[in-house]
T-cell receptor
Framework: ETGVTQSPTHLIKTRGQQVTLRCSSQ?????VSWYQQALGQGPQFIFQ???????GRGNFPPRFSGLQFPNYSSELNVNALELDDSALYLC??????????????FGPGTRLTVL | GNSVTQMEGPVTLSEEAFLTINCTYT??????LFWYVQYPGEGLQLLLK?????DKGSNKGFEATYRKETTSFHLEKGSVQVSDSAVYFC?????????????FGTGTRLLVSP
């Protein structure tokens, strides 16, 4: 069973640029959640995709956007990068059963540095 | 809104010492509670979980009990090893209008010396 994978591992961008981060979910999982983890902080929920549609969003501006593809892999796009966007971006996949607890499996993350 | 508060680190212990990392939460309804561990350079791994009051989660010698009356979920281990050195995150999860998200504490770094 292949776990959650993310690419790239590290990325350096400058302010104002745009970035795309990628995530492949674990086999059989149809839900992907994205989290931002600033240095020394806990992860913060960005949004969640279920069957190719966004079904939940945290307190992040619209310049954070995403996609989910038919194979359930996902992208996180960030436009007009700011210095505060520097963080570890974590992707988690899961397979929820309606109304029940489900476990989220995390990838290793992408470290984004904005200069 | 929902929130999680963890004790600040780092927690520095000698091998075989007893570990406690405190975690308290604020939430509406009946959340599920988790402990995740993050080793250097890696993503998060689920360590243990509890879904209702008085449940005890356990894994790899770690334990935590869901205490609704004190809104706590403290992590304990009787004898830590050097390999337990990592950052530990307490988290809660609850349903939000049809989707589930995790709310994390700020993390507690554990350093275990031989």
């Amino acid at each position: 069973e292949t776990g959650v994978t993310q690419s790239p591992t590290h990325l350096i961008k400058t302010r104002g640029q745009q970035v795309t981060l990628r995530c492949s979910s674990q086999s059989g999982h149809n839900t992907v959640s994205w989290y931002q983890q600033a240095l020394g902080q806990g992860p913060q929920f960005i949004f969640q995709y279920y069957r190719e549609e966004e079904n939940g969003r945290g307190n992040f501006p619209p310049r954070f956007s995403g996609l989910q593809f038919p194979n359930y892999s996902s992208e996180l796009n960030v436009n007009a990068l700011e210095l505060d966007d520097s963080a570890l971006y974590l992707c988690a996949s899961s397979s929820p059963t309606s109304g029940s607890l489900y476990e989220q499996f995390f990838g290793p993350g992408t470290r984004l540095t904005v200069l | 809104g929902n929130s999680v508060t963890q004790m600040e680190g780092p927690v520095t212990l000698s091998e075989e010492a007893f570990l406690t990392i405190n975690c308290t939460y604020t939430a509406t309804g009946y959340p599920s509670l988790f402990w995740y561990v993050q080793y250097p350079g890696e993503g998060l791994q689920l360590l243990l979980k509890a879904t209702k009051a008085d449940d005890k989660g356990s894994n790899k010698g770690f334990e935590a009990t869901y205490r609704k009356e004190t809104t706590s979920f403290h992590l304990e281990k009787g004898s830590v090893q050097v390999s337990d050195s990592a950052v530990y995150f307490c988290a809660l999860s609850g349903m939000n209008t049809g989707f589930q998200k995790l709310v994390f504490g700020t993390g507690t770094r554990l350093l275990v010396s031989p």
